[in-house]
């Protein structure tokens, strides 16, 4: 008798609590305006734009959006689209909130249409207010012969110009593997960059830009300077000259790299690749270091330094990573008449290199294709550049 | 035979008997040798105690329904300590069953809320604006407010961090007709 009366009494207390709950987390579309597009005036032109799926979430006291946006676009000009950076910001729920979203390797002739997805999660401590939550701008554009279109507030033309000479470097590299080597030389080349891929170190890292300060960390080690060490690219046109950062526990800060203009012609933009060793001697690509003074101007022959006023604190499989080593290669130069160097391919063949970096997002779809597609795909592929 | 009880005894040694108690009494006495000793005792304690022959004038009715009142507690509270038998109350709120029922729904809502919090991280407010790799995706995060870009779905996602404040993530589109890299700014 007593049980049968508790079990209704059980099932009228699960019903209010996940009723309860249901209410708590209870789910909204949002509104239509919520999201505002803005490619006008530029060779796109916005095909169609839908935000359906997206909605709005109580959870606790905060509210959380999650924005499923897909923007079709289609390119009105006569050159072919190699890539593309749309800025995402949301500055109503999350103040200057900035972000961008970028498609690169694309082959998009004229009138042909393309989609960019794009996923995002606000999270706000209050609801939502009337008016766009998000706004999407063109960054910008970058055609088959380098040229640019767009406004260019997040450095998207050296990043898109930086991802196409990378593409071209490697498209070639495959391309000469197949012409001497034939398919099953390129298929050799595909499983290589494949195990390659696998076995990367993943780490993961935490930046704190702004106020050197630490990242707060229980139980800091004590800070001492560490010297980096440096790879050198013989056809680098900057040659690093030495570089510190200090150091505690996990934790980098203030990193500083100074350079030098061995080229004849002046610099604007140095990016410097950054690899930290463990105690027991495993080693990761830790991130980059770019140049932080916006107007830089480094005539040749001339010295500058590469400094940020940053903090960077590394794991791995949730547990810290204490630095104990840290590596610097030029990994990125823009020459101030829009020109980018990257290392080539031979200087990527360094054998910790080979072991820490990714491929090019380039040698990535490529290696995809392969796997997915086959040989032949590849090849159809390799042809359409 | 049946023996009347001691109360019974004494009331019959002080005459408080009713009649008809009374006679059943004085026709147990003439046949039972022992009750009569045990009358007999009782009216010599009573000898023994001149006072009690003559007690003074007290407010009998009073004392009755207030002995009676003591009567029925006393039996109420026998009922609750005899073993064997149900508690007072018929159906205690949270006793058993019920209070493991309560105690579940408690943790229930707990797990509930919990699960509804999980993809919203633990969020400090000392550390400034930091940003960083997450399960699936990367953000920029201040302290209760967060701005992400996720890749559901995606596989061999690239992270790469930049000193100046900013993370990406890159990966290939399920086509393979073009990479996706989304980034983060922390300012």
Known sequence: MRSKRTI?????TAAVLLGAAGVWAQETPLPKNSIKFNVDN???????????????????????????????????????????????????????????????????GQGESFTVPIQMQLVRPTQVSAGPLVQVDLDGVLFQDLSFYGTDRLNSRRYLTACETEAQ????????????????????????????????????????????????????ASEHEAQFAFLQFPDSPVRPLGGSVRIAGNQASEPEIDVRNTSSKAVRYVEFGWVVSDPAGRQYMAGALPSSDANLYLPPGSQASVRQDSSLKFS????????????GFVSQVEFVDGKVWVPNRQSLNNPLLQKVLAPSVEEQRLSVIYRSKGIDALVEDLKKF | MRHPNQAALALHAGGDLAFFARWRMERHLARCER????????????????????PPDLPWNRMAAEMRANIRLGLAAG??????????????????????VAMASMAALVVTGLMLERPTPALSTSEGRVVENTANGIQVREGTGAFRLMNPGARNVTYSVGAAGSVSASYVDAKADGVTINKVYAE
Do not use: W
């Not at chain 1, 498209?171 to 696998?198: C, P, V």
């Not at chain 1, 791995?316 to 204490?322: D, E, L, S, T």
């Not at chain 2, 009922?79 to 493991?100: D, I, K, Q, S, Y």
């Open chain 1, 169 to 220: 470097r490697d498209r070639e590299h495959f391309k000469q593997i197949l012409a001497r080597q034939g398919k099953d030389g390129l298929a050799q080349a595909m499983r290589e960059s494949i195990d390659r891929q696998k076995d990367l170190p993943a780490l993961d890292v935490r930046v704190r830009h702004g106020n050197g300060a630490a990242v707060a960390s229980a139980g800091l």
């Open chain 2, 79 to 100: 009922e609750c300590v005899r073993p064997g038998e149900r508690p007072l109350r018929e159906h205690p709120l949270f006793t058993g069953a019920r209070a493991a």
């Open chain 1, 8 to 12: 209704p009494v059980a099932a009228a």
């Open chain 1, 316 to 327: 791995a499989n949730g547990q810290p990573v204490n630095v104990q080593k840290m590596t």
């Open chain 1, 42 to 108: 530029s060779p796109l032109s916005l095909v169609s734009a839908s935000y359906d799926q997206s909605r709005s979430t109580a959870r606790g006291a905060a509210m959380v959006l999650d924005l499923d946006i897909d923007v079709t676009l289609r390119n009105t000009s006569p050159n072919r689209i190699r890539g593309i950076t749309l800025r995402v910001t949301s500055q109503e729920a999350f103040m200057g909130g900035k972000g961008s979203v970028t498609r690169a390797s694309l082959n998009v």
């Open chain 2, 35 to 54: 009750c009569r000793d045990e009358v007999a005792a009782f009216s010599d304690f009573r000898e023994m105690l001149p006072g009690l022959a003559e």
